[in-house]
């Protein structure tokens, strides 16, 4: 098998992504926050990477089934019914809905992956859901690490290196010099990884706007065992992706 990883989305397009196996990485928080949301009962999570685009998409949704939720520098956005704390969605609120998905980096990395091949939603706590799904597969992946505004984020590497040592403990891997440096940096940190979150910048700045707790549900390792799968504009889960097909092959 072959992981090659990207430390940020800068530099990357749709094009770039097209036809590619992806498991994007937004530890803090987008990642955590859809793995919450579908696990909650929400029917789908529809990113986008700007506000004005996910008002208009919202517009031509049933007012009831539909939820406009994400950030701007950490904190809900006005006029929208949930934030970027994966802690907010619950079965109660989230259920049975759509939800319009905004974020700064995290939706707009997930929008550059909707042309790929396969496009998966991975962080700590769905981690080994993640790598089983991989080396099921196998082949070749490409990690792309969402990062903070165009640039590296420990987080985010930590977590692709995680994933590239546990599929390496299943099958023979493959890695560039990023996929290297992101193993180095999980071997590192994987004694602490809320130590870690707490560390980093984005950590450390979610923690000054009063989002501590979202650190300690962030880097509970598999905590929520769900696979989040793009499928054209939308990220469901990825068993319910395939009893659909399953069932469309049986009445066809
Ligand atoms: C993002 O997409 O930039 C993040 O998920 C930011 C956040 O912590 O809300």
Redesign the pocket.
């Known amino acids: 098998m072959k992981i090659e990883v990207f430390f940020s989305p800068a530099g990357v397009d749709e094009l770039s992504m097209r036809g590619r196996n992806v498991v994007i990485i ?1 530890v ?3 990642s955590s926050t859809i793995c919450n949301a579908l696990n909650s009962g929400a029917r789908e999570v529809i990113p986008t990477p700007d506000i004005e685009n996910a008002t208009k998409i919202a517009s031509n949704l049933s007012g009831d089934s539909r939820l406009l939720g994400g ?1 701007r520098q ?1 904190k809900k956005i006005d006029g929208f019914d949930l934030g ?1 704390s994966p802690l907010e969605y619950t079965p109660e609120k989230v259920g049975g809905k759509t939800i319009i998905f905004t ?5 707009g990395a997930i929008y550059k992956c909707r042309y790929a091949s396969m496009a998966l939603v991975g962080t700590f706590v769905n981690v080994s859901s993640i790598v089983q799904t991989i080396v099921g597969i196998g082949g070749t992946w490409t990690i792309l690490c ?1 990062g903070r505004q165009g640039s590296f984020s420990v987080e985010d590497v930590t977590c692709a290196g995680m994933i590239i040592s546990k599929v390496q403990a299943a099958a023979e891997v493959e890695t560039d010099d990023a996929g290297l440096t992101a193993v180095i940096l999980y071997k590192n940190f994987k004694r602490s990884i809320l130590g870690m979150l707490r560390r980093s910048e ?1 950590g450390k700045y ?1 923690t000054s706007i009063g989002f501590s707790k979202d650190l300690k549900f962030c880097a509970a390792i598999d905590s929520i065992p769900v696979v989040p799968a793009v499928d054209g504009v939308g990220i469901k889960l990825r068993h319910s992706l395939a009893e659909a097909s399953a069932k469309t092959s049986q009445t066809s």
């Open positions: 937004d803090l928080r987008a950030e950490g970027n974020t700064t980096n995290g939706a969402a984005h979610l």
